[in-house]
């Protein structure tokens, strides 16, 4: 049984950082790639960051490119996201996923591929 428990959500400013963070256990964490999505209420769940098994690849949305930065730490099973000059449209839960196969440098944005999922922590940025 794999559990991923996400940290650092909270209420920031407009231009403000936070960072997250997602604890991982029950799975060898360092063989498969690991993922960042987010849902805003009413929309769908969007893809915001991954990062390769060994981090040395990282793929960025788009909206979030520039200003976040996803890592991870193979010896503490956790992956973070550092979230900088933050934007009401920001405001999501965000969510952690690990890869269903290990071993990949192909990473992909789509929810589907991503076997396991944290419960969420909630990011609201005011202005």
């Known amino acids: 049984q794999v559990q991923l428990v996400e940290s650092g959500g909270g209420l920031v400013q407009a231009g403000g950082s936070l960072r997250l963070s997602c604890a991982a256990s029950g799975r060898t964490f360092s063989k498969y790639a690991m993922a960042w999505f987010r849902q805003a209420p009413g929309k769908e769940r969007e893809f915001v960051a991954a990062?390769?098994?060994?981090?040395?690849?990282?793929d960025y949305a788009d909206s979030v490119k520039d200003r976040f930065t996803i890592s991870r730490d193979n010896n503490n099973n956790t992956v973070y996201l550092q979230m900088n000059s933050l934007k009401p449209e920001d405001t999501a839960v965000y969510y952690c996923?690990?890869?269903?196969?290990?071993?990949?440098?192909?990473?992909?944005?789509?929810?589907?591929?991503?076997?396991?999922w944290g419960q969420g922590t909630q990011v609201t940025v005011s202005l």
């Open positions: 996923a690990v890869d269903s196969r290990p071993w990949t440098m192909v990473l992909v944005t789509t929810a589907t591929t991503y076997s396991y």
């Open positions: 990062i390769s098994y060994r981090g040395g690849s990282t």
